[in-house]
């Protein structure tokens, strides 16, 4: 009942007792740590953005719709398909493709129990599993999507220079089914409110990392799914800019291509 009170009012909720040992996701963070350490020029080489598979390094260059002007921030996208880390995995960090694999295997497999849950009341028409069941990892059509991402520490004379209107990340939602998003304890500046669809205002809420926690929000396609009652509540995301380095790692699962065929 909490978990889907959570998911259809404010479309956030946090979860502990996962059952992710905290050394497994430590040390994602320690790898995605290792690889933005690396120069520029280094990254961009090691693993090329490829737009069409949504997959490689990106830096500062995500531009959202509502604010037209990029993030400031870089992330490191990998995409579970068959073909769309060819010749993208880093060489730097030393097996970050081995480690990267085995803590997406983790993520994947609490994603699916989350969408199990939810799945009865969600998607009452839906035979048991068939949301889980969408979403795979590695194969031809697979979209699911793990980001690793750097927010740089920002001087206040930083800011400053800034166009009018920049954040770290600007209002967005995520276009997936749910969003696993692991943090850093300390590592602040996420804020969300519910999607007002033009009904309301919007109200921000800080999304501060918990410890052995997992922040999760409801995303577009989910949302999609039940919309014909207006009972899933998808959620808008910023990151607000600031002095502390932030960094997250955002498992953005999403029902491979021809899930519906």
């Known amino acids: 009942t909490a978990l889907w009170n959570a998911a259809t009012t404010v479309g956030f909720f946090t979860v502990t007792g996962h059952g992710i040992p905290q050394d497994a996701i430590d040390a ?15 990254k961009e080489a090691s693993s090329p953005f490829e737009a069409k598979l949504n997959s490689g390094f ?92 750097h927010y740089p520490p920002m001087s206040a004379e930083h800011v400053s220079s800034l166009p009018k209107g920049s954040w770290r990340a600007g209002a967005h ?9 692991f943090q850093r304890v300390g590592e602040t500046g996420l804020e969300c409110a519910a999607n007002p669809r033009g009904d309301g205002a919007t109200e921000w809420a800080p999304v501060d990392p918990v410890q052995g926690g997992v922040a999760v929000n409801v995303g577009d396609m989910l949302s999609r799914y039940v919309y014909f009652n207006h009972r899933m509540s998808d959620l808008i995301d910023i990151v607000l800019c600031s002095q502390v380095v932030r960094r997250a790692a955002p498992l953005q699962p999403s029902p491979r291509a021809h899930a519906g065929d």
Do not use: Y
């Open 173 to 181: 939602t995520d276009w997936c089914c749910v969003t696993l998003l």
């Open 28 to 42: 994602q963070f320690q790898a995605s740590k290792d690889f933005f350490a690396q120069d520029l020029a280094v």
């Open 58 to 149: 990106e830096h500062m260059k995500q531009v959202r719709p509502s604010t037209g002007l990029p993030d400031v921030k870089e992330s490191l996208q990998v995409t579970a398909r068959s073909d769309a880390m060819l010749d993208r995995w880093p060489n730097h960090p030393p097996e970050f493709e081995k480690r990267a694999r085995a803590f997406m295997e983790k993520s994947h497999a609490l994603a699916a129990k989350i969408l199990t849950l939810l799945e009865p009341r969600a998607c009452p028409a839906n035979a048991p599993g068939t949301l889980a069941n969408a979403h795979t990892l590695w194969g031809p059509d697979g979209q699911c999507t793990l980001r690793h991402l």
